[in-house]
């Protein structure tokens, strides 16, 4: 018999997972696939961000949050592997790049007990914060972007429903 020592954390992995790589309709990856190259460098009339510009700042918090709360710290919001750089040249390596950086913060998860939840950890801004604070950033933070990368392309494509 199976017996789940962290249910709390295997939780979150879940929650993690959906957000990242869930459904078509919310999650973050779900929602790049709908994504065309002609849509990737577009910038919404008024607008600020095109998708890959949010993709880069998705990817580059995957990263930062995890070099920060289970890392050495030494990032900075100016490190090329934050950057993405010609991680950020099509959609398909920018998928991959995402992967990566989604790939360390699931692993540094999965290795822990549901009581480092409550350890403090360093967040990006130096702040420390709950373990399960931190975590639920992430996911929300997926969830919260995938959104915005659905209406751009929505608005590009002229389909928003």
Not at 4 to 13: C, E, G, H, I, K
Not at 52 to 76: L, P, S, W
Not at 80 to 86: Q, T
Request: charged share 20%; with cysteine.
């Amino acid at each position: 018999m199976y017996v789940m020592t962290a249910p709390a954390v295997s939780q979150l992995l879940y929650l993690l997972d959906h957000a990242f790589d869930g459904t078509d309709w919310h999650s973050l990856l779900g929602n790049l696939r709908s994504v065309k190259p002609a849509d990737w460098l577009w910038v919404p009339p008024d607008g600020q961000r095109s998708i890959r510009d949010i993709v880069r700042h998705v990817g580059g918090c995957k990263f930062m949050y995890h070099n920060h709360a289970f890392g050495d710290e030494q990032y900075t919001w100016e490190d090329p592997v934050i950057d993405g750089g010609e991680a950020l040249a099509t959609i398909s390596s920018a998928i991959a790049w995402l992967r990566e950086g989604q790939a360390l913060l699931r692993q540094s998860i999965a290795a822990l007990d549901d009581a480092e939840l409550l350890r403090l950890r360093s967040a990006p801004s130096g702040a420390q914060k709950e373990t399960r604070w931190l975590i639920t950033i992430v996911i929300e933070h997926d969830l919260y972007h995938a959104g915005e990368l659905n209406h751009i392309r929505a608005l590009h494509q002229k389909d928003d429903l």
